[in-house]
């Protein structure tokens, strides 16, 4: 599965932006669809994830603004982004993680969100 992300800008805080993920290869293999980020001089954290039946889950600090959804038959994964704070400013992974695995194996390129204050 290959993954590219796209839909990163500068945006003014309070604003939205639409993130998207195109896989090749297909998604509905794939147990588990997530989004990323990673801020300069921090780590890599979970920002949502979806699975195969639909559930969601957020990062404590993007609840009630984010929304991650997923078409298979698309093979597209979105994370719309709404409200956004300067502290939102990260760079934005897309991944994928079949049920076999524990972890997230495949990653799409960075797309990077700005949001300025």
């Known amino acids: 599965v290959q993954l590219q992300a796209?839909?990163?800008g500068l945006v003014q805080a309070g604003g939205s932006l639409r993130l998207s993920c195109a896989a090749s290869g297909g998604i509905f293999s794939m147990n588990t669809m997530g989004?990323?980020?990673q801020a300069p001089g921090k780590q890599?954290?979970?920002v949502a994830a979806i699975n195969?039946?639909?559930n969601t889950n957020y990062l404590d600090s993007v609840k009630g603004r984010f929304a991650i959804s997923r078409n298979n038959a698309k093979n597209t994964v979105h994370l719309q982004?709404?409200?956004l704070k300067p502290e939102d400013t990260?760079?934005?992974y897309c991944a994928a993680k079949p049920l076999s695995s524990?972890?997230?194996p495949y990653w799409g390129q960075g797309?990077?969100?700005t949001v300025s204050s």
Do not use: D, H, I
Request: hydrophobic share 40%; aromatic share 16%; net charge positive.
């Open 90 to 92: 990260a760079v934005y």
């Open 52 to 54: 195969s039946g639909g």
């Open 81 to 83: 982004m709404n409200s």
């Open 102 to 104: 524990t972890s997230f």
């Open 6 to 8: 796209s839909g990163g």
């Open 111 to 113: 797309t990077l969100v």
């Open 44 to 46: 890599r954290e979970l």
């Open 35 to 37: 989004w990323f980020r």
